[in-house]
Nanobody, 122 residues
Framework: VQLQASGGGLVQPGGSLRLSCAAS????????MSWVRQAPGKEREGVSC????????YYADSVKGRFTASRGSARNTIDLQLNSLKAEDTAVYYC????????????????WGQGTLVTVSS
């Protein structure tokens, strides 16, 4: 079982990034798919969740209107488009999945990716 997140990097405030998460080793289509982040020195924070049943998508208030989660164009992938980035968006971003509950939450999840670092700085 593997979740591989990618696409992080250094971006200036107001810039954009697109993160991607590729899954393998399990039936991706049976799981609600989430993004979670952890900023330096802070607790983990749920960012978004895509509901497997109908692709309904939910967001944390802190990112609503700026981030967009979606199924990726490649099979067994999900994406997170980050726009209008702020310094406070700096964090390691993780993809994570679980069955039964689609909620914007820091956990618990059944499977986690290893994370990709997003740094927003001028």
């Amino acid at each position: 079982v593997q979740l591989q997140a990618s696409g992080g990097g250094l971006v200036q405030p107001g810039g954009s990034l697109r993160l991607s998460c590729a899954a393998s080793g399990f039936t991706f289509g049976s799981y609600d798919m989430s993004w979670v982040r952890q900023a330096p020195g802070k607790e983990r924070e749920g960012v978004s969740c895509i509901e497997v049943r109908d692709d309904s998508t939910y967001y944390a208030d802190s990112v609503k209107g700026r981030f967009t989660a979606s199924r990726g164009s490649a099979r067994n992938t999900i994406d997170l488009q980050l726009n209008s980035l702020k310094a406070e968006d700096t964090a390691v971003y993780y993809c994570a999945v679980r069955r039964g509950v689609c909620a914007v939450a820091p956990g618990p999840y059944e499977y986690w990716g290893q994370g990709t670092l997003v740094t927003v700085s001028s």
